[in-house]
């Protein structure tokens, strides 16, 4: 397996290197050891912000506390005080990851749709979660509820503990090895099915065949044992002040341990990657021999 996780120094962030672009639309993990350091770039908390990292900051009813892309926080427990605060350090982080990208893949610019940016104060390891919402399972990202017709998921992550405690991943092979490893187990897209969910409100849009596909390879992947033991993969464990980032729908990845992480996602067509031809929806499709959205 090539080496899924590629090192860069913030010192050395320009503008459109092509062989981090390369790398980060192949589905590898850009890393970025020294963003919290960095000067004049990159984020650290700032020391009235240090009350927030407590796990009873998070509403008990919530995942994470999450930023939308209106300004409105969901998922905080506490006074408005504290939600206010809450509010303008997820919102800087969101600012920071955003420079970061501008910097390394300007030609998607305006063409990136802002979505939620998350704090997450909960301990990776203890959360109970049934197997196909177990984040510590490898995985590429595809969610049944809210199809996305082959829209690319670009997710900027940072280590945000105080305590030293890495950040925690399994990184998996390239996604058309585990396309080619795993489409010969999904079953046929119905095009009535896809109707009905849509007319009951269990979609928010109509589920495509592309859309049906990854959550195949999803519920594939997470149900597979032995694969989850013994496929493809590297550990790594992201310190403290480190970022990474990667397209999460194509990166098969697990979150395996860690406690406090930031992390914002923007979506993006892949018409308007440098290379469209390694999207999942590109990959899908050539092995299907046919369109899928």
Request: some cysteine; hydrophobic content about 40%.
């Amino acid at each position: 397996m090539d080496k899924q996780i590629v090192e860069i120094d913030m010192a050395d962030v320009g503008h459109g290197n092509p062989d981090w672009i390369a790398a980060l639309e192949a589905g590898k993990v850009l890393y970025f050891p020294n963003f919290g350091s960095f000067a004049g770039a990159g984020f650290t908390p700032q020391k009235e912000e240090l009350a927030l990292f407590r796990e009873d900051i998070r509403d008990p009813k919530s995942r994470n506390i999450s930023l939308d892309a209106g300004g409105n926080l969901k998922g905080a427990a506490g006074g408005d005080d504290t939600k206010a605060m809450l509010a303008g350090m997820i919102g800087r982080f969101r600012a920071e990851a955003e420079a970061l990208l501008g910097n390394l893949v300007p030609r998607y610019g305006d063409h990136l749709r802002r979505g939620a940016t998350s704090f997450r104060p909960s301990v990776v390891e203890t959360r109970v979660q049934s197997w196909r919402a177990d984040d510590k399972r490898m995985h590429v990202d595809a969610f049944p509820s809210r199809p996305n017709r082959g829209e690319r998921l670009l997710r900027v992550f940072t280590n945000v503990n105080l305590e030293g405690v890495p950040r925690v991943w399994r990184v998996g092979e390239p996604f058309e090895d585990v396309a080619r490893r795993f489409l010969p187990l999904t079953k046929p897209y119905s095009a009535w099915q896809a109707r009905v969910l849509n007319a009951l409100g269990v979609t928010k849009s109509l589920r495509s065949e592309y859309d049906h596909l990854m959550l195949q390879l999803h519920d594939a992947m997470k149900g597979d044992l032995d694969y989850q033991q013994n496929g493809p993969q590297l550990t790594f464990g992201f310190p403290p002040g480190s970022a990474w980032i990667c397209f999460s729908d194509q990166t098969s990845h697990a979150a395996m341990s860690g406690q406090y992480m930031l992390e914002h996602t923007l979506q993006l067509s892949p018409l308007h990657q440098y290379d469209k031809q390694s999207s999942p929806l590109a990959i899908l499709s050539r092995l299907q021999g046919h369109a899928l959205v």
